[in-house]
């Protein structure tokens, strides 16, 4: 042995000594020392699914991602008879009977 070694050896405490010659498994420094939390979410980043439970999307975003199918939009919010009127026009001949018929019926009745 060198003489360095051999001043290292004596300058070190026995404790120190021992931990050289065998060193604490893993698993009992861990338990001793444990990781920061933040230092393991990055080793170990929590699922997608977990995170959107904990933190929801908020509706607003979801909804421009994921927009609302027409059908169920037009269930919701029912288009206005005088819009739905303008795009389908009655035919001409329906809308007749239907102003027509009742004042035949009432004719047929009283004529």
């Given at each position: 042995m060198t003489w360095r070694r051999l001043s290292r050896k004596r300058s070190m405490?026995?404790?120190?000594?021992?931990?050289r010659r065998f060193p604490?498994?893993?698993?009992?420094?861990?338990?001793?020392?444990?990781?920061?939390?933040?230092?393991?979410?990055?080793?170990?980043?929590?699922p997608v699914a977990l995170r959107r439970r904990r933190f929801p999307e908020p509706v607003a975003l979801r909804r421009r991602r994921f927009p609302e199918p027409v059908a169920l939009r037009r269930r919701r919010?029912?288009?206005?008879?005088?819009?739905?009127?303008?795009?389908?026009?009655?035919?001409v001949a329906l809308r007749r009977r239907r102003f027509l018929e009742p004042i035949a019926l009432l004719l047929r009745r009283f004529c």
């Open positions: 405490q026995p404790v120190a000594l021992r931990r604490e498994p893993v698993a009992l420094r861990r338990r001793r020392f444990p990781e920061p939390v933040a230092l393991r979410r990055r080793r170990f980043p929590e919010f029912p288009e206005p008879v005088a819009l739905r009127r303008r795009r389908f026009p009655e035919p």
